[in-house]
């Protein structure tokens, strides 16, 4: 296989479960396993994952994921993020059954403490830009600043399997300035 027909879809994990999640607790329309634990976020979590699976066929997958609420960037700035609230009761239980659905389908989970999902979805585009062609899946536009040759960025639009799809050249035409001039 040559490396243009090699294809990583890096997914954001946390984005994912949290519109999942979102997207039918408003309605109070949980879902809950044999041992009342809330599912809803890990039901949609898991249909993104195998929709945009099945939508940019990649040959490798990996899910990134924040690990936990601090990171390098709150020594650096103690109020970094500081007006986020906690995520709600229902979700807390998520986050680990999304991280078991998605070993249990073979799926490398990647995390480091102290980093945030996007470091780790952007070092490992960098990283392997040159041998094969990346897709970042998220809902998060604060990635964009990562697109670069071999790098685009699948926007989660509403509902399943909709995508606006980024790439340097595209977010060059339509702002002007190169992803790396990005502002977060």
């Not at 009342?36 to 949609?44: E, F, M, Q």
Request: with cysteine; net charge negative; hydrophobic share 40%.
């Amino acid at each position: 296989m040559t490396k243009t027909e090699q294809k990583l879809l890096l997914v954001d994990g946390m984005a994912l479960l949290f519109r999942a999640f979102y997207a039918t607790s408003a309605t109070g329309q949980y879902m809950f396993n044999d041992e009342g634990i809330p599912t809803n976020g890990v039901n949609g979590f898991l249909r993104h994952l195998f929709t945009a699976a099945n939508y940019f066929n990649p040959t490798h997958l990996a899910v990134c994921w924040d690990m936990g609420s601090k990171t390098f960037r709150n020594e650096l700035y103690e109020d970094y993020k500081g007006n986020r609230s906690a995520p709600p009761d229902e979700l807390i239980p998520q986050f680990d059954l999304a991280k078991e659905a998605t070993t249990a389908f073979a799926i490398p989970n990647i995390g480091v403490q102290g980093f945030e999902a996007d470091d780790c979805l952007g070092t490992i585009a960098h990283q392997v830009k040159d041998q094969l062609e990346v897709i970042i899946l998220t809902g998060d536009r604060d990635i964009l600043q990562v697109l670069d040759n071999n790098i685009s960025v699948a926007l989660l639009k509403k509902g399943y399997g909709n995508y606006e799809v980024e790439t340097k050249d595209s977010f060059i035409e339509k702002r002007g300035y190169h992803p790396k001039q990005l502002l977060i």
